[in-house]
């Protein structure tokens, strides 16, 4: 995720969209957040919103890549 030149608490809570570390079927879900991480990135300022609306998409995310953990440990 380019964050690169953002306002630190942005460029922080960007970094946690990262999705490569993942095993496969985990980075499907989580790269979903990401793209869309990405492109509130590019189109909004920096600033508490932005900080905000991201750390609650990365609350979303955690819970839906928790339930794709789930549903492979229930396989």
């Known amino acids: 995720m ?3 030149g953002r306002h ?5 809570i960007a970094r ?11 980075q499907t879900v989580s790269r979903l957040f990401h793209d ?3 492109e509130l ?6 600033g508490p919103e932005l900080t905000a ?7 979303a995310k955690d819970c839906a890549v928790r339930a794709a953990l ?6």
């Not at 990135?41 to 920096?46: V, Y």
């Open 53 to 59: 609306g991201l750390r609650k998409l990365l609350e």
């Open 36 to 38: 869309l991480a990405q």
């Open 16 to 26: 946690y969209f990262d999705f490569e570390h993942l095993p496969a079927g985990l």
């Open 2 to 4: 380019d964050a690169s």
């Open 70 to 75: 789930d549903t492979r440990q229930e396989s």
């Open 41 to 46: 990135l590019d189109l909004l300022p920096d």
């Open 8 to 12: 630190p608490s942005t460029a922080h």
